[in-house]
C-alpha cells in the first residue's frame, strides 16, 4: 500500500514553454500532498503544500506564478512550470500524507525536468 | 526553522559490515523519517520513528526525542544498501524538512 505515481518520469522542454507533473496516489487518499525541489548532489527542498480543493501554500521564495499547483482531487495533484527557463532543469518529487491522522509521507519517484 | 544535522556525510563500507548514522536535530518534532534514495532517485521508506525504536529486518532505528537525534543501524550491509540515507523531521506541522543525508557505498 501508500503508492505515489508521477507522471512524466522525465521530460525535457524548450525554454518559454510550460511543463505539467502530475502526481498521483494510487491506492489512498490525500488531501495533503508536497512538492519537493532537488539539486544534484543535494537535498530535498519543500516547494510547496498542495491541500485538495483549496490553494497550495508556497515556501519563501517560491514563485507561485512560475509554479502552479492544482490539486482538484483526493489523488492527484499536479505542478506546472509555466515560462521554463534551463534554471528551472531539476528533479522534482512529490509526496502524500497517508492519512490525516499521521504525519507519515510517501514519495513518488520523481520526474526531471530539462530545460533547454 | 528547524536543524536538520546528519552524519557522517560519507561512509564507505565493506560487505557484511555494521554501520550507524546519525540525525541531529534543532528542536521537538512530530515527525521523523528516515528515506533511502536509490540510484534513480526513489525515495523508499525505511522507518516513521518520531520516538522509540523500530526494526525491519537488516535495518533498525532508534529515536531519542527528549535528546533531539535518532540513529539508523545497518547490520551485515550489502551492495544493495548504496545509495544516499536522508532523515527528515516536521515539528508541529506536516512539513518536513530534510537533512543533508549519508552517501552509503557498499563495495563487494
Known amino acids: 500500500g501508500a503508492v505515489v505515481s508521477q507522471h512524466p518520469s522525465r521530460v525535457i522542454c524548450k525554454s518559454g514553454t510550460s511543463v505539467k507533473i502530475e502526481c498521483r496516489s494510487l491506492?489512498?487518499?490525500?488531501?495533503?500532498m508536497f512538492w519537493y525541489r532537488q539539486f544534484p548532489k543535494q537535498s530535498l527542498m519543500l516547494m510547496a503544500t498542495s491541500n485538495e480543493g483549496s490553494k497550495a501554500t508556497y515556501e519563501q521564495g517560491v514563485e507561485k506564478d512560475k509554479f502552479l499547483i492544482n490539486h482538484a482531487s483526493l489523488t492527484l495533484s499536479t505542478l506546472t512550470v509555466t515560462s521554463a527557463h534551463p534554471e528551472d532543469s531539476s528533479f522534482y518529487i512529490c509526496?502524500?500524507?497517508?492519512?490525516?491522522?499521521?504525519?507519515?509521507?510517501?514519495f513518488g519517484p520523481g520526474t526531471r525536468l530539462t530545460v533547454t | 526553522g528547524i536543524q536538520v544535522e546528519q552524519s557522517p556525510p560519507d561512509l564507505i563500507l565493506q560487505e557484511g559490515a555494521n554501520s550507524t548514522l546519525r540525525c541531529n536535530f534543532s528542536d521537538s518534532v512530530n515527525n521523523l523519517q528516515w528515506f533511502h534514495q536509490n540510484p534513480w532517485g526513489q525515495l523508499i521508506n525505511l522507518f516513521y520513528?518520531?520516538?522509540g525504536t523500530k526494526q525491519n529486518g537488516r535495518l533498525s532505528a532508534t529515536t531519542v526525542a527528549t535528546e533531539r537525534y535518532s540513529l539508523l543501524y545497518i547490520s551485515s550491509s550489502q551492495t544493495t544498501d548504496s545509495g544516499v540515507y536522508f532523515c527528515a523531521v516536521a515539528p508541529s506541522d506536516y512539513k518536513l524538512s530534510f537533512g543533508a543525508g549519508t552517501t552509503v557505498t557498499v563495495r563487494a
Open positions: 491506492d489512498f487518499q490525500a488531501t495533503t
Open positions: 520513528i518520531p520516538s
Open positions: 509526496s502524500a500524507l497517508l492519512a490525516a491522522s499521521s504525519y507519515e509521507q510517501y
